[in-house]
């Protein structure tokens, strides 16, 4: 069966059935008795072949019980009484063997690797002075010595890696001769090969791994050891060849690509050929179809570029705008820590001029002034230091050593000064029995305080800004130095919002304090480039009306931001955004030009906008990305930088001029990684809601999409304040879904920012009212609208708010096949009540409204008093830490379906918040959620069954 023509590069070695009857010998055979059953002796005859190759052909025991039945009732049949019988029965065992032979087919497939990409050899010799009777090297030693680290094998077809400094290796295509994968040895001492090939599966599936050799080797599946033969095998008589050995090992495959590789050592005192044979064995319920081999690297995206690709991170440039420097980092162990280095460039040629690299601690990158230093901290154990490094000579100096609960800083635009914060934690009281006098009391950080601390550059000298019972943060720093603004959170917990923010400056020579404004919720600020106006970002309510834009009777969404100008001489106020649809995310008022910068959350985007302060009029900055994350702005010249992702784009670094509008990338930490990734099509998709408003929406098409299939959906939504945004990256990573074989429909139901004050109002007080309509009507819209999704086959899925989402849905719908709730909120007033932000949060979504005056909202839109409506199997996750979302949100409505009869399955992750963060902990978080999709959209439940059981 060579050539089977569902493996690439791979051959069928055994089926462990000969025969098929749609071709094979049965089927001759009957085919030719049917015409022919009037003679009795070549019927005879054939029936007689069927007791023989049964069970000499047919390994299995299904296989021995045919051959028995078929010896007792078949062969009496053409014994005297029973001759005429034959004219019915024999089309009868026609149309009975047909289906039965078929299904001994499909029991088991074994595939031989027959091409391989090979590099090498390296020689590999004895160590020196490898005598003795202690710690001697063996053969085995050497096979397991690390030359090159397996994980940082790239293997692509004509292409060289470094080996050593002075030898490069190639990746070469050896097709495999008779006798399996032939490797030449160089000389007397021992050589490794690296032999890579890849195996595609469309879904998750095991297979036995078989590998022969007379000489040693390791097994090695996407980096990961699984098996090694550290003994040679040699001729029984020289030169016949050895009986090879093997090691078998049972593969569980992920949905994806996945790197198979052998290292391979010859003996040089073996005389055998050097030889290895490959196979994988596929089994029931599995395929050949469902896994290729092949020697490309092309693949769709993983947990691993999730999770481990390399991330830009904060950005900076210099004030003259010549230099930029860019944070980069990449996970370390399993825990949710990172490696982070710094990358700086010249802006004028976008020429990388230094790396500068360090560890875990490393961090709080800044630019001096000057435009010739640069900071940053080092931590370690708790404690931190403040460098300041001189760029054009690399000296450096400390200028904080050691400070306990050092927080963050900033420097003074004239550079002789930095304002930096310290921590400070009171005393714990160690008593068995707390007493809680306010709800913030609850938060284990709430005992901890910040003030602010100045020290002057280059002495060291140190004063301290500001003590108090409250926290104190640094805002901005006056252009002329001389004086700060700052800020405090106060609460009142009779009033709504129930916390206020206190804006004041600070002159840091008579250290007077002139209080800006108090107003509701969060609010920050910054001087203007001439120190006589503040920008203030802040919510609709926080300049009582000014900044609110909603029809009569409707309460505006808070989390809504704004951006005013004060005037610090009349203390006027302007709301700047009140008719700027997108919502504000951050600001920078630019020195060079009379404009202010503003990152916002624009629909699904995030956009960067330029504010003209003269004509008070708005231009988005074409930046040819869909996500513009950080950004830092030059003083005096209208330069920027930035980082920017997409849809279908990792994040990047770039370079603007502003003037000319003109856009360069400096670095893309993921080139090569995504030089072999291949996404799915992403398009946008709306439709009308009852109100006649547009509700946005993506489509997240798969890699190898096919108009003409079938494909199950993931209809994935929030349904909060924010709007799920086009980034790459995220934990809910919408290009993987699709990579797995899954239509993705995104959408942005009512109540989100960054679609005017109008829009985000209606999230207040309606806890999904509105939002579970739009949801169920979008989804019944877009499948009628696209064919290639099955109905049948349809899952919901969102986390915290959208958890809560997913399990009000299925109180309300069955158009759902399952549902996921991540940290799902069951009950409104408990969450209200426990959850560390629940009655903080909910003086938004709900303002003015309580447990005991709004029934219809805290009981009614509250899925666990409607748990017996739900039909749907419903999938519960959540971090059994969870302090935002408690996990007894899930807990209760798991206990009431189970007392119930109803479909569900709850799943803690220990030690886990609201976000899965551990990195071993977050693979199987997100391999849990796509088992769950396949048992109930594709029919496949093998992979969760391995997870949790049946």
């Known amino acids: 069966m060579n050539g089977h023509p569902f493996i690439a590069h791979g051959t069928s070695k055994q089926m462990n059935v000969p025969i098929d009857l749609s071709g094979g010998v049965i089927g001759f055979f009957l085919h030719i008795e049917i015409y022919q059953f009037f003679f009795l002796r070549q019927l005879y005859y054939f029936y007689g072949r069927i007791l023989y190759i049964v069970p000499h052909d047919i390994n299995s025991n299904s296989a021995k019980r045919i051959s028995l039945w078929l010896k007792k009732a078949i062969v009496p049949l053409f014994s005297g009484v029973y001759t005429m019988r034959i004219y019915c029965i024999v089309p009868l065992l026609y149309f009975f063997l047909i289906p039965l032979t078929y299904s001994i087919a499909d029991e088991t497939a074994t595939i031989e690797i027959d091409n391989y990409l090979v590099a090498g050899p390296v020689n590999a010799p004895f160590p020196a002075l490898n005598v003795g009777e202690r710690n001697i090297v063996q053969l085995s030693d050497l096979l397991s010595y690390d030359y090159f680290p397996v994980k ?7 292409t060289d890696f470094d080996w050593r400094h002075d030898q490069k290796l190639r990746w070469q295509e050896k097709r495999i001769g008779t006798n399996g994968l ?5 000389g007397s001492d021992p050589d490794v090969y690296y032999a890579a090939a890849y195996l595609k599966t469309n879904r998750w599936m095991k297979a036995d791994l078989k590998v022969e050799s007379c000489h040693l080797f390791e097994v090695y599946l996407n980096g990961e050891r699984i098996g ?17 050995g093997s090691i078998s090992q049972t593969l569980s495959l992920k949905n994806g690509k996945h790197t198979l590789i052998i290292k391979s050592m010859n003996d040089p005192d073996n005389e055998a050929d050097w030889n ?12 050949p179809e469902n896994l290729t081999i092949s020697l490309s690297p092309e693949r769709y995206i993983d947990i691993t570029n999730v999770l481990d690709d390399p991330r830009v991170g904060s950005v900076h440039i210099t004030r003259n705008g010549a230099l930029a420097a860019v944070s980069t980092s990449t996970p370390v162990g399993t825990a949710p820590h990172r490696e982070t ?10 020429s990388l001029i230094r790396t500068f690299s360090g560890d875990l601690s490393i961090g709080n990158f800044a630019w001096a002034p000057d435009n010739k230093r640069f900071s940053y901290v080092q931590r370690d154990e708790g404690k931190a230091t403040l460098w300041i490094v001189n760029l054009e000579n690399g000296e450096k100096h400390a200028l904080l050593e050691d400070i306990e609960n050092f927080g963050s800083y900033d420097w003074s635009p004239t550079g002789n000064f930095i304002v930096f914060t310290i921590n400070q934690r009171d005393e714990q009281d160690n008593s068995f029995m707390r007493r809680i006098t306010k709800p913030v009391e609850r938060w284990p950080w709430w005992t901890q305080r910040s003030y602010l601390h100045l020290v002057h550059v280059p002495s060291g000298a140190r004063r301290r800004l500001t003590a108090g019972e409250l926290s104190t943060d640094l805002n901005s ?36 304090l002139d209080t800006i404004h108090t107003g509701s919720w969060s609010a920050s600020a910054q001087w203007s480039p001439d120190g006589t106006k503040i920008l203030i970002t802040a919510g609709p309510s926080f300049f009582g009306d000014k900044g609110i834009n909603v029809p009569a009777g409707m309460i505006p969404n808070e989390y809504d931001t704004q951006a005013y100008i004060y005037d610090t001489a009349t203390g006027s106020v302007e709301a700047i955004s009140r008719d700027f649809n997108p919502s504000i995310s951050s600001a920078r008022w630019s020195h060079a030009e009379n404009a202010i910068y503003f990152s916002t959350t624009d629909k699904s985007f995030n956009n960067l906008y330029r504010y003209n302060v003269r004509t008070k009029r708005y231009e988005k900055v074409d930046l040819g990305i869909d996500i513009v994350g950080n950004f830092d702005l030059a003083h005096t010249r209208p330069v920027a930088v930035y980082t920017g992702e997409s849809a279908t784009e990792p994040p990047r670094f770039y370079f603007i001029d502003l003037n000319r509008k003109r856009t360069t990338l400096l670095y893309d930490p993921n080139e090569e990684v995504y030089r072999h990734i291949e996404t799915g099509k992403i398009e946008e998709w709306t439709f009308i809601n009852e109100r006649e408003t547009e509700i946005d929406g993506m489509i997240y098409y798969p890699p190898d999409f096919d108009p003409d299939k079938k494909y199950p959906l993931i209809v994935y939504y929030y349904g909060g304040t924010s709007p799920v945004s086009r980034a790459f990256e995220g934990r809910y990573p919408k290009n993987k879904w699709a990579a797995q074989g899954y239509v993705v429909y995104v959408l942005q139901p009512s109540g989100a920012v960054g679609y005017g004050q109008e829009f985000s109002a209606r999230h207040v007080n309606n806890w999904g009212k509105t939002v579970a309509g739009e949801i169920i009507d979008g989804t019944r819209k877009f499948l009628d609208a696209h064919d290639f999704v099955d109905p049948d086959r349809i899952a919901g899925i969102g986390a915290s708010y959208g958890g809560f989402m997913t399990m009000l849905l299925v109180t309300q719908t069955d158009i759902f096949t399952t549902a996921v709730s991540h940290a799902g909120i069951s009950s409104i007033s408990s969450y209200w009540g426990e959850g560390y932000w629940g009655y903080s949060y909910s003086a938004v979504a709900t303002a003015e409204s309580f447990p005991w005056n709004r029934r219809d909202i805290y009981v009614d839109q509250s899925p666990l008093f409607s748990a017996d409506k739900i039909n749907t199997p419903l999938l519960l996750l959540t971090g059994d830490s969870d302090t935002n979302v408690p996990p007894g949100e899930s807990t209760q409505l798991f206990v009431a379906l189970k007392l119930l009869g109803k479909e569900v399955e709850y799943i803690k992750v220990e030690g886990q918040d609201h976000h899965i ?9 997100g391999d849990t959620i796509i088992a769950w999709f396949d048992k109930y959209l594709k029919d496949q439940p093998e992979w969760w069954n391995e997870m949790y059981g049946e």
């Not at 940082?152 to 004509?158: G, W």
């Not at 280095?341 to 976008?350: E, P, S, V």
């Not at 106060?490 to 004041?504: A, C, G, I, K, M």
């Open 152 to 158: 940082e094998l790239k293997p692509v077809r004509d």
């Open 182 to 186: 032939q490797l030449n040895a160089s």
């Open 228 to 244: 090694s033969k550290t003994g040679s095998n040699t001729p029984d008589e020289p030169p016949d060849n050895c009986s090879p």
């Open 276 to 287: 290895i044979s490959t196979s994988l064995t596929i089994k029931e319920p599995y395929s």
């Open 341 to 350: 280095w710094i990358k700086i460039y010249n802006t004028r040629n976008n």
């Open 477 to 512: 720093i006056c252009p002329d130095g001389q004086r700060l603004i700052i800020s405090r959170t106060t609460h009142n917990f009779t009033e709504q919002p129930y916390s206020f923010t206190e804006l004041f400056t600070l002159d840091l020579e008579t250290m007077s």
């Open 917 to 925: 963060l551990d990195h071993e902990k977050r693979i199987k978080w």
